[in-house]
């Protein structure tokens, strides 16, 4: 990708970050937060890339891929299921919730 | 890099689900959707990610997802709601160090990269260790492995300098074809240390907005990472998270009153705290049977619930206690601050846990005009949020913080576990008020005996 449509990528993609979450009630302020930090843990996808264009002499390199691997995918899954449980508590009385908030 | 049509295209979608997920999580209807929407994207992408040709070392690379993934897993499915704060700090942080372990494999390989992708590379490594590092101090104060706030002598020039040589450094070995091992190991743990001095002077009370500030950073560096990589579902999802981290830490900072440079550059610590005049006075302790009977004949009561709460688990008998209420004709109301809990909406899905309806519950705006009609404020385990001295005192730390008028209702009862100050380490003018009643003792035991004594009131 060239500089400048890797400028424009950034600049668009953080518009759309910024209007995602602009409308955000209070309450969904945590889960929202974790549920980001779960989509971030697609860094995943990067570690893996990153080992597997290591070189399979250098244990130093293997070694750093392995554990990016590890800590991408503790972020992804980690990042999942806590999100999963804090919005599972949001079922009951959804109907309620979208005249309560403001 | 992927010059693969088919995994391309994949990674292409899975970005555009994540952006649909993310809208759908920030409305209560389509939240949980939205999560597992997500969620199916992210097993996309990994799943993909095996088809591109060339990668080598896939054994260790499935090795480690298994353990990585699985131990996450595991983690986030026992932990307690209360210690969730913590865990996104955790999680948090291992992506940071994942984005930090892609840059340290780029250099020591000295892969040739324009100049601009070197910089963000450098950038991405310094922002990924420092959410790293700084997420491992966060959790740790949260997990209360570390409670004192330490603050270096001329915290803000070692930072200032830290950082300008850790980046010169950085911007040196990134734009060296063939770096020193050396150069980079330093480089490294100097960028981990500069996490480390950033958070470590942050009370515990201003570490939600330090999270959410650390998860924005994650996603920057991920979001670097794709630059280097070539990767542009990286670089989307990366960066959606950091601007919308970004916007979601001034929300956070903005219920707070405390802009952001504030808590970064001068946090608030006991020895601030201590300078300003204390409150004089005297407290009254309260039984609960008295407490039981205030509200019993009271109209109206407004529960004001804090992290003290959470901590002992006492919503479940929280929720008892107000149905009993009720049934005997008392309105009650739960009044939520911004920052009740450890992050914004923490103290919301504690609530719901313990099966509190969303009509009950009212934020900060919505009901702080009511406290005045309101015949008792029960304040269970909450302080800083209380505090008057907030609209009143201009010598506080805590002066301009928005604060629940529980100090304007008819009668407090304020149930705590002891006489120390609050989370911040500031003494609330709140409990020496005339119509305040303190009532010692942990939550779950203190509200299990105003019900037992409202039931006995019949």
Known sequence: MDGFTALYVFMLAAFTGYEVISRVPVILHTPLMSGSNFVHGVVLVGAMIALGHANPEDPLQLAIGFFAVLLGAANAAGGYIVTERMLGMFKVGEKKKEGGAK | ?458
């Not at chain 2, 008892?320 to 009720?326: N, R, V």
Request: net charge neutral; hydrophobic share 55%; with cysteine.
């Open chain 2, 1 to 458: 890099m992927t010059s693969n049509w088919f995994v391309s295209m994949a990674y292409f979608v899975v970005a555009v689900v994540f952006i649909i997920g993310l809208k759908a999580m920030s409305s209560p209807v389509t939240a949980r959707r939205g999560i597992v929407w997500a969620g199916f994207a992210m097993i996309a992408a990994t799943v993909v990610t095996f088809f591109i040709p060339g990668l080598q070392n896939i054994g260790l690379m499935v090795l480690a997802i298994v353990i990585g993934g699985s131990a996450a897993w595991w983690s986030g499915k026992i932990v307690k709601m209360t210690d969730m704060p913590q865990m996104v700090a955790i999680y948090n942080g291992m992506g940071g160090g994942a984005a930090a372990g892609i840059a340290a494999i780029e250099l020591i390989r000295g892969v040739e990269h324009s100049a601009m992708v070197s910089t963000l590379m450098v950038l991405g490594a310094i922002i990924g260790s420092v959410a790293f590092s700084g997420s491992c101090v966060a959790f740790a104060k949260l997990q209360g492995l570390m409670n004192k706030a330490i603050r270096l002598p001329q915290q803000n020039t070692i930072n200032f300098f830290l950082t300008l040589f850790t980046f010169g450094l950085g911007l040196t070995i990134g734009y060296s074809d063939d770096p020193s091992l050396f150069g980079v190991f330093l480089f490294f743990v100097l960028a981990l240390a500069l996490g480390v001095v950033l958070v470590l002077p942050i009370g515990g009370a201003d570490m939600p907005v330090v999270i959410s500030l650390l998860n924005a950073f994650t996603g920057l560096a991920v979001g670097f990472k794709g630059f280097v990589l070539g990767i542009p579902a990286l670089i989307v999802a990366g960066i959606v998270v950091g601007a919308s981290g970004m916007l979601l830490t001034q929300l956070m900072a903005k219920a707070m009153n405390r802009p952001i440079r504030n808590i970064i550059f001068t946090p608030l610590t006991g020895a601030a705290a201590e300078g300003a005049e204390g409150p004089q006075g005297t407290m009254r302790e309260v039984s609960a049977m008295d407490a039981a009977s205030l509200m019993r004949f009271g109209g109206k009561v407004i529960i004001v619930p804090g992290y003290g709460m959470a901590v002992a688990g006492a919503q479940h008998k929280v929720w008892e206690m107000s149905k009993l209420l009720e049934e005997a004709g008392v309105e009650v109301k739960f009044a939520i601050h911004p920052v009740a809990g450890r992050m914004p909406g923490h103290m919301n899905v504690l609530l719901a846990e313990a099966g509190v309806p969303y009509d009950k519950i009212f934020d900060l705006d919505e009901i702080n005009d009511e406290f005045a009609q309101a015949d008792v404020a029960l304040v269970i385990g909450a302080n800083d949020v209380v505090n008057p001295v907030a609209r009143t005192d201009k010598t506080s730390p805590i002066y301009g913080m928005p604060i629940l008028n529980a100090d304007m209702a008819r009668d407090v009862i304020v149930i705590k576990r002891g006489r120390g100050a609050g989370y911040s380490g500031i003494e609330n003018a709140l409990f020496f008020k005339e119509n305040c009643n303190m009532l010692y003792g942990s939550a779950q035991e203190a509200v299990a005996e105003i019900t037992t004594q409202i039931k006995a009131l019949g």
